[in-house]
């Protein structure tokens, strides 16, 4: 079962609002098909009954015009490439959670920053 019961409800609204343009190119089956999953996974994991994979999350957020990474934390997933650099450097943990109340414009500079190579 997915973590956060508005995750389902959330692909399910997408989904509805991109069928409203194109009703046959978003039905469940035929966002299914694209993503190379059953009409019936797709109904579960819009329910919020099944749980969905990094992979499909990733596929059905760029179908539908989603930030995947926004998804993620709402299945209780966590990127593979964050789970593998928290997992070889865990002080990074550390730095997230000094990071976590920084307002926006100022987070953003500070990525940008590091990016650069500017810190």
């Known amino acids: ?25 978003f039905s469940v089956r035929a966002v299914a098909g694209r993503l190379g999953v059953s009409a019936t996974y797709l109904s579960l994991v819009e329910r919020g009954v099944q749980r969905p ?21 709402l299945a209780g997933r966590v990127a593979e490439d964050v789970t593998a650099a928290l997992l070889a450097r865990p ?9 976590r109340d920084l307002p926006e414009p100022e987070l953003r500079r500070t990525i940008r920053r590091i990016r650069d190579g500017d810190w």
Do not use: K, Y
């Open 91 to 99: 002080a990074l943990a550390e730095a997230v959670r000094a990071l």
């Open 53 to 73: 994979t990094e992979a499909f999350l990733r596929a059905i957020a760029a179908d539908l015009g989603l930030e995947a990474e926004a998804l993620l934390p």
């Open 1 to 25: 079962m997915s973590d956060d019961p508005d995750l389902g409800p959330r692909l399910r609204r997408a989904r509805l609002a991109r069928a409203a343009g194109d009703a046959r190119g």
